[in-house]
């Protein structure tokens, strides 16, 4: 289950790698275009939270850091709206 959803992960990030080169060269329509961006980074910002930072949270060292984390996509979110 791990290896599937670290595939996951790079298939997205591959996704989002390519919309970003699409809007660089100006292929498309730009509108479109940044709704598929937020799309694959909504989807990525909920599976790092429910993965790796809830896992993380576990960790004395790392639970400040992973705290900061949560924040930072929290503000992400609410700039979506």
Known sequence: MANQFISQIKKERREVLSILDRLTEGDG????????????????????????????????????????????HHITEDSRK
């Open 29 to 72: 329509d730009k509108g479109e275009l940044f709704a598929k961006l937020k799309e694959q980074l909504l989807f990525h910002l909920k599976a790092e939270e429910k993965v790796f930072y809830m896992a993380l949270m576990h960790s004395q060292v790392a639970r400040e850091e992973t705290l900061e984390a949560f924040e930072e």
